[in-house]
């Protein structure tokens, strides 16, 4: 099932489609194919839905097939999913010159399973390395890896860091480094795979066009450019940078990522708490990636 809403509005989304599954708790089994999109406020888009009695490799061969003709395809598409060796194998088939990722959190899951050190600081790394978007940073975090654990560090190794990690990705995934859009979106139905098949079906059409109603009637009254998830974070941005300059017209703003000189400290804000305190440059990358801090750039006489 793919609405027309969700054809129309597929091309004003990020070009990363989130693929997952789910199982449908009715008396007659079966699973729930689900694929999803960021939309420009980096809201969950659904796009298209199936219902197939198992997962299969020529079942997902099927739902791909049906995807891509409803939507089509686009440049520099990407597709992230879990680590289910039928999805890759049929996207490989369905969709040749797309990007391939995996979620960050099933990697996750396996080394938790595996290895009994994968927390606190090991963990840190990991999370750094992943969402690094560096080369160069991604390697700093690899090699912290390697010198704890190197059973760990060959294992992500052979997961392929051109799958799981920003830095190694052949395209674009942007921030989307997990399938959660799509299990926020089964947390919701979750009532609804009780149904039957023909309820089921009836209640996600339902749900998808109250869903585009009520961000069209949204969309019509907005008179800025931007999203208000950009307008509000832009907006944030320029107060942080007043606030300071009021205080020393040295501070500036970093970009994210930027290459960090040697011995520099900076000023770390961050957008949910509304704290901040000096760090040295060596914590800069981490606490970037990681706290996702609006970083200030100091300068000491």
């Given at each position: 099932?793919?609405?027309?809403a969700s054809k129309q509005g597929w091309p004003h989304c990020r070009p990363v489609i989130v693929v997952a599954e789910s199982a449908i708790k009715a008396r007659f089994?079966?699973?729930?194919?689900?694929?999803?999109?960021?939309?420009?406020?980096?809201?969950?888009?659904?796009?298209?839905?199936?219902?197939?009695?198992?997962?299969?490799?020529?079942?997902?061969?099927?739902?791909?097939?049906?995807?891509?003709?409803?939507?089509?395809?686009?440049?520099?598409?990407?597709?992230?999913?879990?680590?289910?060796?039928?999805?890759?194998?049929?996207?490989?088939?369905?969709?040749?010159?797309?990007?391939?990722?995996?979620?960050?959190?099933?990697?996750?899951?396996?080394?938790?399973?595996?290895?009994?050190?994968?927390?606190?600081?090991?963990?840190?790394?990991?999370?750094?390395?992943?969402?690094?978007?560096?080369?160069?940073?991604?390697?700093?975090?690899?090699?912290?890896?390697?010198?704890?654990?190197?059973?760990?560090?060959?294992?992500?190794?052979?997961?392929?860091?051109?799958?799981?990690?920003?830095?190694?990705?052949?395209?674009?995934?942007?921030?989307?480094?997990?399938?959660?859009?799509?299990?926020?979106?089964?947390?919701?139905?979750?009532?609804?795979?009780?149904?039957?098949?023909?309820?089921?079906?009836?209640?996600?059409?339902?749900?998808?066009?109250?869903?585009?109603?009520?961000?069209?009637?949204?969309?019509?009254?907005?008179?800025?450019?931007?999203?208000?998830?950009?307008?509000?974070?832009?907006?944030?941005?320029?107060?942080?940078?007043?606030?300071?300059?009021?205080?020393?017209?040295?501070?500036?703003?970093?970009?994210?990522?930027?290459?960090?000189?040697?011995?520099?400290?900076?000023?770390?804000?961050?957008?949910?708490?509304?704290?901040?305190?000096?760090?040295?440059?060596?914590?800069?990358?981490?606490?970037?990636?990681?706290?996702?801090?609006?970083?200030?750039?100091?300068?000491?006489?």
């Amino acid at each position: 099932m793919c609405l027309a809403a969700s054809k129309q509005g597929w091309p004003h989304c990020r070009p990363v489609i989130v693929v997952a599954e789910s199982a449908i708790k009715a008396r007659f089994g079966g699973m729930l194919l689900v694929a999803c999109g960021h939309d420009a406020d980096g809201s969950i888009f659904p796009l298209a839905f199936g219902i197939v009695p198992s997962e299969t490799n020529e079942l997902w061969k099927w739902f791909f097939e049906k995807l891509r003709d409803s939507i089509g395809t686009r440049e520099s598409l990407a597709i992230v999913t879990d680590r289910h060796k039928g999805i890759e194998y049929t996207v490989s088939i369905v969709y040749p010159d797309v990007d391939f990722g995996i979620c960050v959190q099933h990697l996750v899951a396996s080394l938790k399973t595996m290895y009994k050190d994968f927390k606190g600081l090991m963990k840190t790394y990991f999370d750094s390395a992943s969402r690094a978007y560096l080369v160069s940073e991604h390697q700093h975090y690899m090699e912290s890896i390697r010198n704890r654990n190197p059973d760990m560090h060959r294992y992500l190794l052979q997961a392929d860091p051109k799958k799981w990690s920003r830095a190694y990705f052949n395209g674009r995934r942007y921030a989307i480094m997990t399938i959660n859009i799509v299990e926020s979106l089964n947390s919701i139905k979750w009532k609804a795979k009780l149904m039957l098949v023909g309820f089921l079906v009836e209640w996600l059409r339902e749900l998808l066009q109250r869903w585009f109603f009520k961000r069209r009637e949204k969309a019509l009254k907005l008179t800025p450019k931007l999203t208000p998830k950009a307008e509000n974070f832009f907006a944030y941005i320029r107060r942080v940078e007043m606030f300071l300059k009021k205080s020393d017209p040295k501070l500036s703003i970093l970009p994210r990522q930027s290459v960090v000189p040697e011995g520099q400290r900076f000023l770390g804000f961050c957008p949910k708490v509304r704290n901040q305190r000096l760090f040295d440059a060596a914590d800069v990358m981490v606490i970037d990636t990681i706290g996702k801090l609006v970083l200030i750039q100091y300068h000491y006489a």
